[in-house]
């Protein structure tokens, strides 16, 4: 039986929800909004059901409205997957390379596999995204990005183990945790400022490992945390090879804590569609692999 809603029906179903509101799907999609009106009356009236609920001057998702959505957004992302895969299939090779990075995979190694891959492929323009806790797993969720390394792989995809994390405890040499003439204790690391690092994703579901001060600044790049730290303002956990030209100039020193001085976790890398990945993307994929593979004492974390 052919299905009685296109595409587009559903996909400006998705808009309205999505952009909040009948106006804002239409500058969004690039249509009337009499056009993004009538192709979801269209839904309710084919299917019988009813996707919106007026209460004052909005209109609110009715419980089978949200059904609806959630069904017509899997099938809009799906289409978008496979034109994608055509396009690539296509082409031959992808004429844009978006790559999201958790904070906790060292920069330099970053730029390094970048700069190789473009040595080989000038017209390849590469798109890095440097995120957060949750920022990496969104980009995955919303299929903006077609290679993605992070701490955690969210549910429906599949991660190869990249790199095992390692982050320590640090702080500038003037910092009064390393005048106490004995390893620090978290009581101790209580009364002193923390810097951290903001979770770039919207949902911000999960948090800093340790939370314990009440002092806090909360930063949104770690290369920022890095700077505050070695000024005094605060300590940190990083990776080592983040921090490495820091250590090996004095301007950080690792605290010699009783308890949590290091902490360890693991990397992946996730491709959003195993089955559709383009030549671009397994290349990049293989050149972070083998500089991972080249890295001296594969240690790398994070400011948390």
Known sequence: MAPRISLEQWQALVAVVEAGGYAQAAEQLHKTQSTISYAVQKIERNLDVRVFRIEGRKAIL???????????????EEANRIERAARSLADGWEAELRVAMDAIFPTWLMLDCMATFSASHPDTRVELYETVLDGTNELLLEG??????????????????????????????????????RPPTLDDLRAHRHVLIRDSGLQRSRTPAWQGAEQRWTVSHKATSIRAVCHGAGFAWFAEEIIRDELARGELLPL??????ERWGTLYMVYPDAFAVGPGARQFGDLIRDGVAGCPSQ?????L
């Open 256 to 261: 010699p804590l009783a308890e949590g001085a």
């Open 299 to 303: 240690l790398v974390g994070e400011a």
């Open 144 to 181: 903006r990005v077609d290679l993605a390394i992070t701490s955690l792989v969210p549910p429906g995809f599949l991660g190869d183990a990249l790199m095992q994390v390692r982050s320590i405890a640090v702080a500038a040499p003037s910092h009064p945790l390393h005048q106490l003439g």
């Open 62 to 76: 009715t419980d089978e409205g949200r059904v609806l959505y959630r069904r017509g957004r899997s099938l809009v």
